[in-house]
């Protein structure tokens, strides 16, 4: 019990019960003599044990050094969270803590029955922990009175004010007495949580551990590159080739959760679903599918997986590439926890390698690329474990023996393990054949690769605002062919010719189909040989005009002077008005002439304009049409 000489004896014995050795860092730092009646604004490392943290950190405030909690009433503490799963969470792990105290804890979160939180409350709770949208429901009601509270916790708030709870939070701290502790967990501090903590809190002390600044340590971080519309198969090949006991796969959006768990049960998996669509009933008993072993694989968004914390969670997957640091490590941090090891896996199209590789070093991980596992892999890693299996040599009972010895007088103990291995391959799906076969370390395929490359042609154009950068994506996507296996790509008015590797050529023509037609209206031919450039219409110059001559410095196309054009003598009297009393013209003086107008012109020079016309004997302003002269 040295390591929890500084718990009192009920919570030490809760935690020796629960299998903890030693403390982790965060909860050592927040058991610092120093900080027992303080503020603390809290920064550490998810899967860090933020949640027995502040448990230990009100227990001075709630227990006073009492050893038991008197009878409940109002609520001496209230802890809120960002989700429901996250809230549940926390108060299971409280009930666990407090068990031997005394304490009550109730919940108050959105999706549930009202009617019965609020009988709850009247019953009277010690620690009540909820959500913000529900906590405030009931301030406002009256059911929840707050005027004994001693502690208040937010736990993930920079999670809360992203997703726009900040009134609620406000509301909730307004709300509370001004004599209270205010303890503030967040993975990040940025300025958000800095204004809040310094408006809430008062003289708040900033804990953070060592390993906030540091990669995680017990997470092996692998990114698989695979082609652009070959994620899905990639992500079932991870799935297969670590065959872990419950894994978690994040995607971005809720259309993406629920196509990918259409195609991952009908491929076989164990699957479960957390999105925000679902019911607070229905994720509940996703989550625990999940931990009673019923389903190895959850497909979750962020929002829907904020906090939660599945036991033997070995395999983490990013289906959808993490917007920003934050939400990777977040997402990462749901395995590796509590000392135990975990993989954390990105999928990664060609094309989005640059931005994965900024993600991650702004995030200071260091991870292993690699391509993404291929059948041979996947079936040499299943004979690793079938060979390893510690059923394969534990003792026989006496009536497995003698079994035994009955299919070993009937059959052939080839048969046997051929049967062995057929039920071993029934259980799990099988794997996919992925299209892009070469190792993410290797460059850019060498131009000697393509010295007998096979040209097509593309009904598209210049004219069709055809580029590169858009016909890459579409020829990779409709001929199950990578940008590797492309070589030149070249644009003319009408038509674009495509080289491609020979390897590669029955493969996109099966995939094209016999229509050889792309996108719906885009013709695809093959040529023989190397075609050569078609006359081009952006390439000759225009009729009637002059080209442009470049500058030798570069820069703006200079035009030629324009060339001399005799002009007709003024007849006499045409322009007196604007002579001397000698006959001629001053300088700088022209006869006034009509000036083109557009639709746009400025009121005032129209006012002008006629003016002039007035003055020098023309009609009324007229304007036939924009751009004309005026009559």
């Known amino acids: 019990m040295t390591e929890f000489e500084s718990v009192v004896p009920a919570l030490g014995q809760a935690l020796s019960q629960r299998g903890y050795s030693e403390l982790t860092s965060v909860q050592k730092a927040i058991l610092a003599p120093e900080l027992k009646d303080a503020d603390l604004l809290v920064s550490a490392q998810t899967g860090s044990g933020k949640t027995v943290a502040f448990g230990l950190a009100i227990e001075p405030t709630l227990l006073a050094g009492r050893p038991r909690f008197a009878p409940a009433g109002a609520p001496l503490a209230l802890a809120v969270a960002p989700t429901r799963e996250l809230a549940l969470q926390v108060k299971q792990e409280l009930e666990w803590l407090y068990a031997m105290t005394g304490a009550t804890v109730t919940s108050c979160v959105g999706g549930m029955d009202m009617r019965a939180e609020r009988r709850a409350l009247q019953v ?36 809360m004010l992203d997703l726009g709870f900040r009134d609620d939070l406000e509301y909730i701290l307004d709300a509370a007495p001004a004599e209270r502790r205010t303890l503030m967990f967040s993975a990040t501090v940025p300025h958000s949580i800095a204004s809040l903590a310094k408006r809430y809190q008062r003289n708040a002390v900033r804990v953070s551990t060592t390993e906030e600044q540091k990669q995680h340590l017990d997470i092996d971080y692998r990114v698989f590159t695979v082609a652009p519309n ?14 872990a006991k419950s894994a978690l796969v994040f995607c971005a959006t809720r259309m993406t959760v629920n196509h990918m768990t259409s195609r991952f049960t009908n491929r076989g998996f164990s699957v479960v679903a957390l999105s925000g669509e679902l019911s607070q009933s229905e994720r509940t008993h996703a989550l625990q599918a999940m931990r009673d072993g019923r389903a190895r694989v959850c497909i979750a968004t962020d929002v829907a997986a904020r906090g939660i914390d599945l036991p033997n969670l070995d395999l983490v997957i990013h289906a959808d590439i993490p917007k920003n640091r934050e939400n990777l490590l977040h997402r990462s941090g749901r395995t590796g926890r509590a000392g135990r090891k975990g993989v954390c896996a990105l999928i990664v199209p060609h094309n989005a390698r640059k931005q994965t590789e900024r993600l991650l070093g702004n995030a200071r991980i260091q991870a292993t690329w690699a391509r993404s596992p291929t059948i041979e892999e996947i079936t040499s890693r299943d004979r690793e474990r079938m060979l390893d299996d510690p059923v394969l040599s534990e003792p026989l009972t006496e009536d497995e023996a003698v079994f035994a010895q009955d299919l070993l007088g009937r059959y052939r103990a080839e048969q046997i393990a051929a049967a062995f291995l057929r039920l071993h391959r029934a259980g799990h799906p099988a794997p996919e054949e992925m299209i892009d076969a070469q190792p993410a370390e290797e460059p850019k395929k060498r ?13 598209v154009g210049h004219k069709d605002s055809a580029e590169p950068r858009w016909l890459l994506p579409m020829l990779c996507r409709a001929g199950h062919i990578t940008k590797n296996e492309i070589g030149a790509i070249r644009v003319h008015q009408n038509e674009t010719h495509v080289e491609l590797v020979p390897d590669c050529v029955e493969r996109f023509l099966a995939a094209v189909g016999p229509s050889r037609t792309m996108e719906k209206t885009i013709v695809l031919k093959q040529l023989d040989g190397v075609p050569e450039a078609p006359p081009d219409a952006r390439d000759t110059p225009y009729a009637g005009k002059k080209p442009y001559t470049r500058r030798q410095s570069g820069g703006r196309a200079t035009p030629p002077p324009a060339p001399e054009v005799a002009r007709k003598p003024a007849e006499p009297g045409a322009d007196d008005a604007l002579r001397d009393d000698s006959g001629t013209r001053p300088a700088g003086k022209k006869p006034y002439q009509a000036k083109f107008v557009s639709k746009y012109a400025n009121a005032r020079e129209k006012k002008h304009g006629r003016a002039r016309d007035k003055q020098h004997g023309a009609g009324p302003l007229k304007r036939k049409k924009p751009g004309k002269k005026f009559d």
């Open 447 to 459: 131009r000697d690769d393509f010295k007998k490359g096979v040209w097509f042609s593309l009904s």
């Open 124 to 159: 009277g709770a010690h620690i009540v922990v909820g959500t913000p949208g529900r906590l405030r429901d009931h301030i406002e009601r009256g059911s929840l009175d707050l005027t004994a509270l001693k502690a208040v916790i937010l736990d993930e708030a920079d999670e």
């Open 230 to 243: 070959d994620r899905e198969n990639g992500i079932i090949n991870v799935l297969r080739f670590y065959e």
